[in-house]
């Protein structure tokens, strides 16, 4: 196979993905206990929100209205103020620009992920902010204001993970 087909297979490519940690092994399907889920230790533990217990808040933003949502230096300035903003932990940026226009992009966080898509001829970015743990992902939203120079952002939030662990165990 030709370097070329590599490449475009993306084989070869350096990602800063790293292996998966089979060390502390893995917890049967059907054991109804969640002692590592709530486990004080643990530093990925679901959320106790409102009397919910959820994995993550997932918030999708909808930037109106927006200016710079053609410039890729300028969404990875925006991911990283994000991040900064909510207390979350960075550990990878990766987009890409269009042709003519538009960028798509990923930021990979310890707490889970920021993305987006931008359509800059009509000033919207579909943003997802979803983060685990002690971030704050309501914080992005102002950031993204700013960043884009427009007060019309929209937001939905989901509670990802909601209805499927409760206190005393899975839900059946």
């Known amino acids: 196979m030709k370097d070329m087909d590599l490449f475009q297979l993306g084989l070869g490519l350096e990602t800063g993905a790293q292996e998966e ?9 059907n054991v109804n206990a969640v002692a590592g889920v709530f486990d004080d230790s643990r530093e990925d533990h679901f959320i106790r929100r409102d009397g919910d217990v959820f994995a993550g808040t997932h918030l999708i933003i909808e930037v109106v209205n927006g200016h710079g949502l053609d410039d890729e230096a300028r969404i990875q300035q925006a991911f990283r103020d994000c991040v900064t903003e909510c207390g979350a932990t960075l550990l990878h940026i990766h987009t890409h620009k269009f042709s003519p ?16 898509h931008t359509w800059p001829e009509i000033g919207y970015g579909a943003f997802d902010v979803f983060m685990c743990g002690d971030a704050e992902p309501w914080r992005s939203v102002d950031v993204l204001k700013a ?8 937001v939905k939030e989901l509670r990802r993970g909601s209805g499927l662990v409760t206190d005393t165990g899975l839900a059946a």
């Open 21 to 29: 940690d089979t060390a502390r092994g893995v917890m049967p399907a």
């Open 101 to 116: 226009q538009g960028v798509s992009g990923v930021a990979v966080l310890a707490e889970s992920h920021i993305s987006v």
């Open 147 to 154: 960043a884009f120079g427009t007060d019309d952002v929209r």
